[in-house]
């Protein structure tokens, strides 16, 4: 089944063609990969193999496979997901990577997360930071929804609110001690080399950002004059757009670093105000 599905796949052109064969299949044995693997040799139920064809044909439609199976790992915790929400990339976990090197796990913080979309950087940041408190602030009410029931399943629901408004501006951002930040940022120039998959299922509003990408963070370097001295922005960008968010954020704050991400690209920005 999985050669056949990998191989079907393969020359559908998707993208992870094993990858998504042996999550599908995963998912409908309800069981982990590795287990699956191990035990490769085991005839399927034919239950068990209907689901899995209904799946993997959906799969060879273009459907991202976190959106088939409901779920997608961030940080080493299991989120929900669905297409009111973007699926979680694993670079953004640099930005988790920052807050536990720079504050350590009984730090007692106000934090932001502006468009939190999943919630995937809001409850991270709860479950690791077990004294803070997390405000999750984003336009959609149901990307709300799926981040509240995601708070709820990692046992930080108590000490989050979630915010509907755009931005920062419905906020008092005079206690707030970190920002996360991870705004569409993809230029809309980049829309005819994207893989369609993300094109045709994932949310256009949490990707594009105008030509250069940089709308939403413009908007947001005007909703934060008012954060303390000493708090922290920290967000995600296109490895195109390092020098433009110096330049953005420069005026407003007394430091503005461009980290790059595994393979030296320039990904995350720190502001420090």
């Known amino acids: 089944m999985l050669r056949l599905w990998e191989r079907r796949f393969l020359e559908k052109g998707l993208d992870s063609p094993r990858l998504s064969a042996q999550v599908l299949l995963a998912h409908v044995l309800g069981i982990d990969r ?13 239950n068990v193999l209907q689901t899995f064809e209904d799946l993997a044909w959906r799969r060879l439609q273009g459907e991202p496979v976190a959106y088939l199976v409901g779920s997608k790992e961030f940080y080493g915790l299991d989120f929900i997901v669905s297409s009111d929400v973007l699926i979680p990339r694993p670079e953004t976990e640099g930005i988790i990577d920052l ?31 077990r004294r803070s408190r997390v405000v999750a602030l984003d336009v959609s009410r149901r990307a ?33 001690d970190l920002v996360l930040a991870n705004l569409p940022y993809v230029p809309e120039s980049f829309r005819s ?36 001295s000493g708090a922290i922005l920290l967000c995600e960008i296109d490895s195109s757009q390092g020098e433009a968010m110096r330049k953005l954020f420069a005026p407003l704050a007394r430091k503005v670093d461009v980290l790059p991400d595994v393979t030296g690209r320039d990904r995350l920005v720190a502001v420090v105000f």
């Open 34 to 46: 590795l287990s699956m693997l191990l035990d490769s040799c085991d005839p399927v139920p034919a």
């Open 193 to 228: 080399a994207m893989s369609p998959e993300v094109i045709r299922y994932e949310p256009a509003s949490a990707l594009f950002a105008g030509v250069d990408g940089l709308n939403c963070y413009r908007a947001l370097s005007g909703g934060l004059l008012n954060l303390k």
């Open 99 to 129: 807050v536990r090197e720079n504050f350590p796990a009984d730090a007692a913080l106000s934090v932001l997360d502006i468009g939190t979309g999943s919630g995937v950087l809001a409850i991270t940041c709860a479950y690791f930071l």
């Open 144 to 176: 709300l929804n799926v981040a509240r029931v995601n708070a709820v399943r990692h046992g930080v629901v108590s000490r989050m609110l979630f915010v509907q408004a755009d931005l920062a501006g419905a906020c008092n951002l005079a206690g707030v």
